[in-house]
């Protein structure tokens, strides 16, 4: 009998113990974990809206940049032209900058222009999260672009949208791909 009462004792020490510690990992474990993670979350999502935001403030500089035209005689003259590359450059990878100046898309704008007789003005901008992914953010853009007369006075105004892809290097938003609708300047530039 005596041996029964050791051997229930000691058992019942056990689950004593087993229990206790369960309990005790469990309401610690939770609990000192959350505000780990709460800490955390919000940094994260932090750098992260950080990171869009001012991806979205490079895409707005480069379509300031490339859509800011003014008219000139010259508008196509080789120095016209260097010079809006040179203008753009900062803005675009160097992958997409060759393949932007070699395929003759930087001077969209200014055939429009020059075919036009107008200056050119970017209006209502407007950039939208599609796709971020680690040091590489995709945007929906939608704009005005403005045809002015000599006087500065509005002539047309076109509706333009398409998605951007800026990378992340050193640091520096830079866009790696412009997709839009290159049938939009089409009736601008080709003489019927």
């Given amino acids: 009998m005596r041996q029964f009462q050791w051997m229930l004792g000691t058992i019942f020490l056990v689950l004593s113990l087993v229990t206790g510690c369960n309990q005790s990992a469990s309401n610690t474990g939770p609990e000192s974990a959350a505000p780990a993670k709460e800490s955390s ?15 979205i403030k490079a895409a707005e500089n480069y379509k300031n940049a ?20 040179e203008t753009i450059k900062p803005y675009l990878t160097e992958q997409f900058y060759e393949k932007a100046s070699n395929t003759r898309y930087t001077l969209l704008p200014l055939k429009v222009a020059d075919k036009q007789k107008v200056s050119l003005k970017l209006v209502d901008l407007q950039c939208d999260l599609r796709e971020k992914k680690e040091n590489i953010v995709v945007l929906n853009y939608k704009l005005n672009l403005l045809f002015l007369n000599q006087e500065g006075k509005e002539t047309k105004r076109i509706p333009i949208d398409g998605i951007l892809t800026l990378f992340n290097i050193n640091g520096q938003w830079l866009v790696q791909g412009d997709t839009f609708d290159v049938n939009t300047f089409k009736d601008f530039i080709v003489e019927k």
Avoid: F, G, Q, W
């Fill in 66 to 85: 490339e859509y800011e035209i003014n008219a000139s005689e010259d508008i196509l003259s080789v120095e016209s032209v260097h010079k809006r590359n």
């Fill in 41 to 55: 979350n919000p940094s994260i999502e932090d750098r992260a809206t950080t990171e869009v935001n001012d991806a």
